[in-house]
């Protein structure tokens, strides 16, 4: 995959582009007051958020990543050193299968940021998260795509999305919003900025979804 050939030099392909930007402020902002016990983070990537969990709110953490070499920068002595809480463990998985892939297991703390762009199908992942999340625990999402304001700044990345992804393996013109609310997330909190093409969100999962889907599983046992 694009993952697995760039994953060495990513950090330092998009590293430029994020301090200009402020995304580690952004990545800092939703994490750092939000995130709470156990962690479950989906598509980690080479690890850019592991310097961020603070150690006196959160007691584990666990890596997913579609990308085997991805994750192996992420868990590398360089960046575990700079993650202050124990990583239990780091899987390799796509966010369309975490519930099988953590065994049923729910977290306190849900979180994925810049994913939604590249999963293939990014509302069963939503959807997913929400089955891998404690129904009093806390999605958070740090995500890109359409502008919610600006048609102008749409129009180009629709001209320029096919080119992206083939590069970076990221459809940056998708609808966000539509995806959170159809995926039934109960939102707390959404900021927006760049243009309003990036969102910062809170969420809880929804319960009822959870209520219905625990249903379900005790009729097929």
């Given amino acids: 995959s694009t ?10 392909m998009v590293g430029w582009d994020e301090s200009v930007m402020g995304m580690w402020l952004l990545r800092k902002w939703l994490i750092q007051p939000n995130s709470k016990g156990e962690v479950l983070e989906v598509a980690t990537g080479t690890g850019r958020n592991l310097a961020l969990y603070p150690e006196n709110q959160c007691t584990s953490l666990t890596l ?3 990308s085997r070499p991805m994750l ?3 868990v590398s002595s360089i960046k575990q050193k700079e993650c202050t809480i124990p990583i239990a463990v780091a ?6 299968n975490l519930e ?5 297991k729910k977290f306190d ?9 590249s999963f293939e199908n990014p509302l069963k992942a939503l959807q997913q998260m929400q089955k891998c999340c404690k129904p009093d625990g806390k999605i958070l999402l740090l995500e890109h795509g359409r502008s919610i304001s600006w048609s102008m700044i749409n129009n180009v990345l629709d001209d320029k999305a096919e080119y992206h992804a083939s590069k970076w ?3 940056w013109n998708r609808d966000i919003m539509k995806l959170i609310n159809e995926s039934g997330l109960q939102i707390e909190s959404v900021h927006n900025y760049h243009f309003g093409t990036t969102y910062l969100i809170v969420a809880k999962p929804n319960k009822i979804i ?10 097929n046992d």
């Fill in 210 to 219: 959870q209520q219905q889907d625990n249903k379900k599983e005790a009729e």
């Fill in 72 to 74: 192996e920068q992420a």
């Fill in 109 to 117: 703390t849900v979180v994925d940021t810049f994913g939604l762009c």
């Fill in 100 to 104: 099988e892939s953590v065994n049923g």
């Fill in 169 to 171: 393996g990221c459809v």
């Fill in 3 to 12: 993952y697995d050939v760039i994953a060495k030099s990513y950090d330092s």
């Fill in 64 to 66: 997913t990543d579609s």
């Fill in 91 to 96: 899987i390799k998985t796509t966010a369309e």
